[in-house]
């Protein structure tokens, strides 16, 4: 049975480079490195991002590899999303309501930014913010918060 | 000339601030707007009418009526009346030749009336027809307002999103008193200045409309605000209406709130001597006493009104038989509640003859009113015409309508309101009816021999205000899809160009030369825009099978098939390859452009079918490159311990391997017709990927070659060379369907399909290339088309695809190519026109 290790960067000899490289993380923080797993299955009880109905998102900074094996032992269908998203972290309400129309106090949840681009957005601590973007959009994504945060001055 | 100290003036006298008019400097104090400043150095006229050019001055002071549209820092048709002073603006008066005190367009006042009557424009300058470019252009200059400027420097415009629990709208009295009494997260809006509040103010900002969910759009200038909220409460207060007498458009004829802003905010006589025509604001009267103004009388209701004037600015009142000297004349037609964006939300509009006005009443969940937009003021009804003979009587001063275009109108057959509002543009003009609602359809009542309630109104629309269009549009993003090769081959200076979202390399510089390199040694494609589905579970083989036309239950593991998508009616939908991972895995490729509907479509039947398979759209998870040629394997054998012998790797198997070390799966197939493996790895890994093969001596190549290659392999675009008509078998894939399958999407549709056409193969001699489209004429008449042409230097020849007659589809049929106006014999090939056994594929 493949493991699908052909979707896991950290499978690689080399280290990933992020999609998000070329912008200048003037006001984001890249954490596209983070480990995503996209987990299929009964995860309500799990601790992760929920993306539907039987769908959620592990993210997680540690061992990509022991993490992935142990939710596969628990029955869970696993694939591996760490290289599909691109990940901002971003400080302040204000330069986030410029971004999204989604309700910063009912997050996480996915919705629309900059033109229609999917994006899943959790609320870290305070005022901190993370999206998930597809790491295809991910530098345009990027240059459009750097553009949002200098029309707020910063 | 300024007053003494006001209590509650806004202006600081001790900070200056100077701007331009007409290029002269003036001087005005913070706090000012344009127009009081303007004012207060002498101006008088601030504007030409859009049809008549007759002088206007302020009126409102309240930024709704139009006379004092100006062009600021070349932005057209701004309201200086309410635009705060800033140092060095340049302001310029506009729909003026001349100047805007004399402005020599102005004869249409004089004379032009004959010829202008009310919908001149829908039977006059009509015939001679080839007159019609000359009319055009002088009605081109003469019409609209402002103009545009043609260079432009793009200002910045920003849309911010927020949710709260009460937003209330209107900062005056009521809506004050909602805010501080309303509990939770509470933001007013305010079109005037700030306040000190316990309460969120956002302010000068107007709310343009209410929208379905509560979502109320604010103009705050530079930001657009998407706010929605729990709770509305409007308080947007009640409009000055005009009143319709002859010359009530004079230069000097102004509505109370005028006077008020006048004298208590920027500390402006408004004139010498005035008469007052509004026996309900006692205030009014106050405030001109306390800035010197002489009151020569006062009337509540006369029965005979007109203003007289000279070059366009009142002289005199002509007030029941009695002439009387004055500059300035005080008067309204009473107030209507402003209920806009009540009735945009939902709300009734009701009339109530007592006090003549429209109430909003039965409002929707969510929106409440307080205040005078409510209705709660006492007022006693206006009469719908004074007349004292003489001038020109407007009841629409924006638009230029009169009395004489209302009942001409009428006269016609114009009878209804809304048909009324079409044909005289009554209410249309830059005040959207705020100053002559109820002028209008008081005038309409008289006419038609009706009331007002029978009359009703003309439907509320946003946005409430004029904006500027940039701040609708925002700021220009485009969203672009880069694959994670992007950037290696902009740094290899590839010509890129868009495909979809995506940003792709057309090529590296000399497409001709990455076709040779592929045929004769190697080459590297970045295909990492293409579709890229997992299929896994118990169930996965039956989801297939029953999706594709073709079998998919009976394909080993390891192994690769081409498969079309067709929808329930035949037609050709998508087309990939499908590799089988597993007795449970599948993993699927779309077309670059299908990916989100190919997955959507999975998606949609397993939810009607309920097998238990996953489906997970792994397309930006993936970068994948194509590695083709003659040297491909050796290639790929130098950068992976795996056995890639043509035993042990054969066409269309499917391999997980380690490929500089990178996991890779690697599928051989070949759609630019040579030798090839297409590898597919984690998008963050991809450069690496990529740079190793260049490394190996791959030449990048891009999609022009692409597409040649594949020609010379016949090998079909899903998209380019079919539509949403085109379907397997005239497509000259019946080969694919398995109609002995017992159900599969589109099964029902294919034995019926009408070959009204067949996909075949053309060449041409070189130097005869036809456009895409290009017809494929017979007897003089159009028999099908081009979908694909190039010309291939490896054949010495034009070779396409096109769409041809089903008699004509046999292979050395002739058919004839219209390109230029000229016919050109093409012959027709069912094979692939390279490697047509596809041996070089399997070798």
């Known amino acids: 049975m493949s493991r699908l290790d052909f979707l896991s960067p950290h499978e690689a000899d080399v280290a990933g480079v992020s999609p998000l490289r070329h912008v200048a993380g003037v006001a984001f923080t890249d954490v596209s490195q983070l480990g995503k797993l996209e987990v299929r299955g009964d995860v309500g009880s799990l601790e992760a991002i929920p993306l539907g109905p039987g769908r959620a998102l592990v993210v997680l900074e540690g061992d990509v590899r022991s993490q992935r094996d142990r939710l596969v032992g628990e029955g869970y269908r696993v694939y591996d999303m760490t290289a599909a998203l691109a990940a901002l972290e971003i400080e302040g309400e204000d330069l986030m309501r410029r971004l999204t129309a989604l309700d910063l106090e009912a997050l996480p949840a996915i919705g629309s930014i900059a033109r229609g681009t999917t994006a899943l957005i959790e609320r870290r601590d305070g005022e901190r913010f993370r999206l998930f973007v597809p790491q295809e959009l991910g530098q345009f994504v990027a240059e459009v918060v750097t553009d949002m945060a200098r029309g707020l001055g910063r | ?843």
């Open chain 2, 1 to 843: 000339m300024r007053l003494s100290s006001q209590p509650g003036e806004r202006i600081d006298r001790s900070r200056q601030v100077s701007f331009f008019y007409d290029g002269s400097p003036v001087e005005a104090f913070a706090g000012d707007t344009i127009g009081s400043a303007l004012f207060a150095s002498g101006r008088r006229v601030f504007s030409r009418s859009f049809k008549y050019h007759r002088p206007r001055g302020l009126l409102c002071c309240s930024g709704h009526c139009a006379n004092c549209m100006m062009t600021v820092d070349g932005i057209p048709n701004v309201r200086v009346c309410v635009e705060p002073v800033r140092p060095g603006a340049q302001v310029k008066a506009q729909n003026v030749l001349g100047s805007v005190d004399r402005d020599l367009l102005s004869v249409t006042d004089k004379i032009g009336g004959p010829f202008t009557p009310v919908g001149f424009y829908y039977r006059t300058m009509i015939r001679p027809r080839r007159a019609w470019p000359l009319y055009e252009k002088v009605l081109r200059n003469l019409a609209g307002l402002g103009r545009v400027p043609e260079t432009w420097t793009h200002r910045r415009y920003d849309t911010e999103h927020r949710h709260v629990d009460v937003l209330v709208i209107g900062g005056g009295r009521s809506g004050r008193a909602a805010a501080a009494a309303a509990e939770g997260d509470v933001l007013l809006v305010d079109e005037r200045g700030p306040h000190d509040a316990p309460y969120e103010v956002l302010a000068p900002a107007t709310a343009l409309a209410i929208y379905e969910g509560g979502l109320v759009p604010v103009d705050a200038g530079n930001v657009l605000y998407r706010i929605r909220a729990d709770r509305i409460v409007v308080a947007t207060g009640a409009l000055e209406q005009t009143l319709v007498f002859p010359g009530n458009d004079l230069v000097g004829v102004m509505l109370p709130s005028a006077v008020r802003r006048m004298v208590d905010e920027w500390a402006l006589k408004p004139g010498t001597r005035a008469v007052i025509v509004d026996g309900e604001l006692p205030s009014v009267r106050n405030q001109l006493i306390r800035a010197g103004v002489e009151i020569a009388a006062v009337v509540r209701s006369p029965s005979q009104l007109a203003a007289k004037g000279r070059r366009g600015r009142l002289t005199s009142v002509l007030l029941d038989g009695k002439r009387i000297d004055c500059d300035v004349l005080v008067v309204s037609g009473g107030r209507q509640p402003a209920y806009s964006l009540l009735a945009q939300a939902g709300a009734r509009v009701e009339y109530e003859p007592g006090r003549g006005i429209f109430v909003p009443t039965e409002l929707p969940p969510g929106v409440e009113v307080v205040g005078s937009a409510a209705g709660e003021f006492p007022q006693t009804p206006a009469p719908a015409q004074l007349d004292g003979g003489g001038d020109k009587c407007f009841v629409c001063i924006c638009e230029d309508v009169t009395t004489k275009d209302v009942k001409r109108a009428v006269a016609e057959g114009f009878d209804s309101i809304e048909l009324a509002k079409r044909y005289t543009t009554v209410t249309m003009g830059p005040c959207q009816g705020k100053l002559c609602h109820l002028p209008s359809i008081r005038m309409m009542a008289r006419e038609t021999g009706t009331d007002e309630s029978a009359i009703g109104t003309t439907t509320a629309r946003p946005p409430w205000r004029p904006i500027e269009l940039g701040l609708l549009a925002g700021r220009h993003y485009e969203p672009l899809k880069r694959s994670p090769i992007h950037h290696r081959s902009e740094e290899l200076g590839a010509k890129v160009m868009w495909t979809g979202a995506w940003k792709r390399p057309h090529s590296y510089g000399d497409p001709a030369a990455e076709v040779r390199a592929v045929h004769e040694a190697l080459g590297v494609i970045d295909v990492s825009t293409l579709g890229k589905i997992l299929v896994e579970g118990p169930e996965a083989a039956e989801l297939l099978e029953r999706l594709y036309p073709n079998r998919f239950g009976d394909l080993k593991t390891g192994r690769i098939r081409y498969g079309v998508l067709t929808t329930d009616g035949g037609r050709i939908m998508d087309d990939g390859t499908v590799a089988r991972l597993g007795d449970e895995l599948f993993y699927v490729t779309t077309t670059s452009t299908g990916s989100d509907s190919v997955r959507e479509w999975f998606e949609w039947w397993n939810a009607i079918w309920g097998y238990d398979a996953e489906i997970v759209n792994v397309t930006g998870a993936l970068a994948a490159v194509n590695l083709a040629g003659p040297q491909a394997r050796d290639a790929l054998g130098l950068l992976t311990d795996a056995d890639v012998s043509n035993e042990a790797f054969k066409y269309l198997d499917a391999k997980e391997i380690r490929v500089a070390g990178v996991p890779c799966l690697a599928l051989r197939i070949g759609f630019v017709g040579e030798l090839g493996y297409e590898l597919h790895c984690a998008a963050s890994v991809g450069e690496h990927l990529w740079d190793a093969l260049v490394a190996g001596g791959a030449v990048p190549f891009g999609l022009e070659p692409q597409r040649v290659l594949r020609l010379e392999k016949a090998h079909v675009i899903v998209g380019q060379d079919t539509d949403s008509e085109s379907n397997l078998i005239s497509a000259g894939m019946p080969w694919i369907v398995k109609q002995d399958k017992q159900d599969f999407v589109g099964k029902w549709a294919l034995p019926h399909v009408t070959v009204r056409e067949r996909l075949v193969g053309f060449t041409l001699p070189a130097g005869v290339l036809p456009p895409e489209g290009a017809q494929i004429v017979r007897e003089g008449v159009s028999r099908g088309r081009v979908t694909s042409a190039r010309v291939s230097e490896r054949l010495g020849k034009v070779i396409g695809l096109a769409w041809v007659e089903p008699e004509r589809a046999e292979e050395g049929e002739t058919i004839a190519i219209r390109i230029d106006g000229v016919l050109h014999d093409a012959a027709v090939t069912l094979a692939p026109f390279y490697d047509s056994k596809g041996a070089l594929l399997r070798s």
